[in-house]
């Protein structure tokens, strides 16, 4: 009995013994991390810190406004390390910056202020690429940009903001490079691929608005209250906690009723399928009703403090989205034109549209390219916008 | 506090928490040029006046309206800070904070209702310029040699 017990343990035993042989050296030291947050906080150790003149000139490159010169090419290349980090996290699904939301309106975001220096390095390092004709490598650059853009994320209203402009900003660096690359069928069909999958994981300000009103929610509270005072400065910031001894559970559970109320009637808003124009004018009239209604409801006077403006919010997201449509629907243009050699004399169907409109772009042919015109118009900030793509080729 | 006590120390409040020059503003040329809007308003103004008056003395006069009075006033106050006029731009308090309080998330969010993404990006790259140098390299070959001695 003994023996036959032992001989069925035998054959698992040996696989098992085979198998531990096979992965030991992997097991010999720990695993790299699989969270990009732990490669972006190294990037953030890993570049020296610019003396004033050369953090002008890094933004100044990095958005084009001068060439790469002797100066920031050396202070780029000894960022290498950093670089090196912020790609391999980029390539990363997963990120988690470790923040403790529960601190509510306390809680600490100090990733942003660093994101905002390496997203500098990356695109000053792709526009150096560029000039030294290493295109696609350029282009991994931008969408490391892009990426490090999603990573930062859409838990609250502020990083959503964050990741929308370091994602305008890297799709005009992205531009400006499709238009001095050369004809590179393989190069531009690989970017396609690359900005469908970014798509499918852009932030978006629904996931925000859930975090925002739980933290929100927590911390309508003298706590709370007292946090907000210190916003102010010391004199009216004491002024208020002077007066915090009035305020009491009653006023504050109504407070939190109304908050939880209004953020609700938002987020409805927010996910329906109106027109750009009609939420946009919708969420303007639910920004200002907290602030109407605080004068006869005191329940609505915290509302009136804390509750972001959507309509902004809205419209930055609207804003990046389509500009990251645009830079598809050019991609599109700009591989009909390497295949055939002339670009299309209209626009082909199917592509991703202008948001303010929910039409397709308007396009039109210049000397130098093309332009993709929104036929809507941004009501934020009252303009019509417009993306010019040069060709080199 | 009597009720009279109590309104000279809001006005003073919101008089300091607000731009003191005032705007210079053309009432004949805007009678003329939008005479129905003013015609409305004067019909208006008598009415709202009233009304306001009506609130703000039943919120002093109760003892429990009080605690809301309080909190409208906290709020007010704020508004008036964080929502200056389009072409004025009230300054944070922000020169004597630490990099720290610069980034949480109220100090953020107030930065963006001051300012928009502007502002954020400003006070983001103001908590940077504070933070201190890094090391450009930090290998695991240069720890041990520095270690080793």
Redesign the interface.
């Given at each position: 009995m003994g023996t036959i017990y032992t001989r069925r343990l035998a054959k698992p035993i040996f696989m098992v013994l085979i198998l531990l042989a096979l992965i030991s050296p992997v097991l010999g030291y720990p695993a790299d991390p699989d969270n990009a947050a732990l490669y972006y906080y190294q990037a953030?150790?890993?570049?020296?810190?610019p003396d004033d003149t050369t953090q002008h000139m890094l933004v100044d490159v990095a958005k084009a406004k001068i060439a790469p010169n002797e100066e920031i090419r050396d202070y780029v290349d000894?960022?290498h390390?950093a670089i090196y980090y912020a790609m391999v996290a980029a390539d990363m699904q997963q990120c988690n910056w470790g923040l403790m939301y529960s601190?509510?309106?306390?809680?600490?975001?100090?990733h942003?202020?660093?994101t905002?220096?390496l997203l500098w390095t990356i695109l000053a390092d792709a526009r150096i690429l560029a000039a030294d004709g290493a295109y696609r490598q350029a282009l991994e650059r931008c969408l490391a940009a892009r990426k490090l853009a999603q990573h930062v994320g859409d838990e609250?209203?502020?990083s959503f903001?964050?990741s929308a402009?370091i994602s305008q900003i890297a799709n005009s660096c992205l531009r400006d490079i499709l238009g001095a690359l050369p004809q590179e069928l393989e190069t531009l069909k690989w970017l396609q691929n690359q900005l469908v999958s970014l798509t499918h994981r852009a932030p978006s300000t629904q996931a925000t608005m859930e975090a925002e009103r739980e933290?929100a929610m927590a911390n309508i509270s003298v706590e709370g209250?007292k946090?907000?005072?210190?916003?102010?400065?010391?004199?009216?910031g004491g002024?208020?906690l002077e007066?915090?001894g009035?305020?009491?559970e009653p006023?504050l559970e109504a407070?939190r009723d109304y908050y939880a109320r209004h953020m609700a009637t938002i987020q409805t808003t927010v996910a329906s399928p109106m027109t750009y124009e009609s939420k946009f004018r919708k969420l303007q009239e639910l920004d200002e009703k907290p602030?109407k209604d605080?004068?006869?409801d005191?329940s609505a006077?915290?509302t009136?403090?804390?509750a972001?403006?959507m309509w902004?919010v809205c419209n930055?997201e609207v804003t990046s989205r389509t500009q990251s449509n645009a830079t598809r629907a050019a991609i599109d243009i700009y591989i009909i034109k390497a295949e055939t050699g002339r670009l299309p004399d209209a626009l082909p169907i199917g592509l991703p549209k202008d948001l303010f409109s929910g039409e397709d772009f308007a396009y039109e042919k210049t000397d130098d390219g093309f332009v993709l015109r929104c036929q809507g118009r941004d009501l934020e900030k009252d303009t019509v916008h417009e993306y010019q793509f040069k060709i080199a080729w | 506090m009597s009720e009279q006590e109590n309104e000279k120390w809001l006005d003073e409040?919101i008089r300091?928490?607000i731009e003191t020059s005032k705007p210079v503003f053309d009432v004949e040329q805007w009678k003329q040029k939008y005479p129905d809007e003013f015609k409305t308003l004067v019909q208006r103004s008598s009415r709202a006046s009233s009304r306001?008056l009506k609130?703000l003395a039943a919120v002093f006069r109760h003892p429990a309206?009080?605690?809301?009075?309080?909190?409208?006033?906290?709020?007010?106050?704020?508004?008036l800070?964080v929502r200056p006029g389009p072409d004025k731009q009230v300054s944070?308090?922000t020169a004597a904070r630490s990099?720290?309080?610069m980034?949480?998330?109220?100090?953020?969010?107030?930065a963006?209702?001051r300012g928009?993404?502007e502002a954020?990006?400003r006070q983001?790259?103001r908590?940077?310029d504070r933070?201190?140098?890094?090391?450009?390299?930090?290998?695991l070959s240069q720890l041990l040699q520095n270690s080793n001695g």
């Amino acid at each position: 009995m003994g023996t036959i017990y032992t001989r069925r343990l035998a054959k698992p035993i040996f696989m098992v013994l085979i198998l531990l042989a096979l992965i030991s050296p992997v097991l010999g030291y720990p695993a790299d991390p699989d969270n990009a947050a732990l490669y972006y906080y190294q990037a953030f150790l890993l570049y020296e810190r610019p003396d004033d003149t050369t953090q002008h000139m890094l933004v100044d490159v990095a958005k084009a406004k001068i060439a790469p010169n002797e100066e920031i090419r050396d202070y780029v290349d000894g960022c290498h390390n950093a670089i090196y980090y912020a790609m391999v996290a980029a390539d990363m699904q997963q990120c988690n910056w470790g923040l403790m939301y529960s601190d509510g309106f306390s809680a600490l975001f100090p990733h942003l202020a660093q994101t905002r220096h390496l997203l500098w390095t990356i695109l000053a390092d792709a526009r150096i690429l560029a000039a030294d004709g290493a295109y696609r490598q350029a282009l991994e650059r931008c969408l490391a940009a892009r990426k490090l853009a999603q990573h930062v994320g859409d838990e609250t209203i502020i990083s959503f903001l964050v990741s929308a402009s370091i994602s305008q900003i890297a799709n005009s660096c992205l531009r400006d490079i499709l238009g001095a690359l050369p004809q590179e069928l393989e190069t531009l069909k690989w970017l396609q691929n690359q900005l469908v999958s970014l798509t499918h994981r852009a932030p978006s300000t629904q996931a925000t608005m859930e975090a925002e009103r739980e933290i929100a929610m927590a911390n309508i509270s003298v706590e709370g209250i007292k946090v907000l005072a210190e916003q102010f400065g010391p004199e009216q910031g004491g002024q208020m906690l002077e007066h915090l001894g009035q305020v009491d559970e009653p006023f504050l559970e109504a407070n939190r009723d109304y908050y939880a109320r209004h953020m609700a009637t938002i987020q409805t808003t927010v996910a329906s399928p109106m027109t750009y124009e009609s939420k946009f004018r919708k969420l303007q009239e639910l920004d200002e009703k907290p602030r109407k209604d605080m004068a006869e409801d005191n329940s609505a006077t915290l509302t009136a403090a804390i509750a972001p403006a959507m309509w902004k919010v809205c419209n930055r997201e609207v804003t990046s989205r389509t500009q990251s449509n645009a830079t598809r629907a050019a991609i599109d243009i700009y591989i009909i034109k390497a295949e055939t050699g002339r670009l299309p004399d209209a626009l082909p169907i199917g592509l991703p549209k202008d948001l303010f409109s929910g039409e397709d772009f308007a396009y039109e042919k210049t000397d130098d390219g093309f332009v993709l015109r929104c036929q809507g118009r941004d009501l934020e900030k009252d303009t019509v916008h417009e993306y010019q793509f040069k060709i080199a080729w | 506090m009597s009720e009279q006590e109590n309104e000279k120390w809001l006005d003073e409040l919101i008089r300091r928490s607000i731009e003191t020059s005032k705007p210079v503003f053309d009432v004949e040329q805007w009678k003329q040029k939008y005479p129905d809007e003013f015609k409305t308003l004067v019909q208006r103004s008598s009415r709202a006046s009233s009304r306001q008056l009506k609130i703000l003395a039943a919120v002093f006069r109760h003892p429990a309206a009080k605690v809301a009075a309080a909190a409208v006033i906290i709020v007010a106050v704020g508004l008036l800070i964080v929502r200056p006029g389009p072409d004025k731009q009230v300054s944070a308090p922000t020169a004597a904070r630490s990099p720290a309080e610069m980034i949480t998330a109220i100090s953020l969010t107030m930065a963006y209702r001051r300012g928009g993404m502007e502002a954020v990006e400003r006070q983001l790259d103001r908590t940077l310029d504070r933070l201190g140098p890094k090391p450009m390299s930090l290998s695991l070959s240069q720890l041990l040699q520095n270690s080793n001695g």
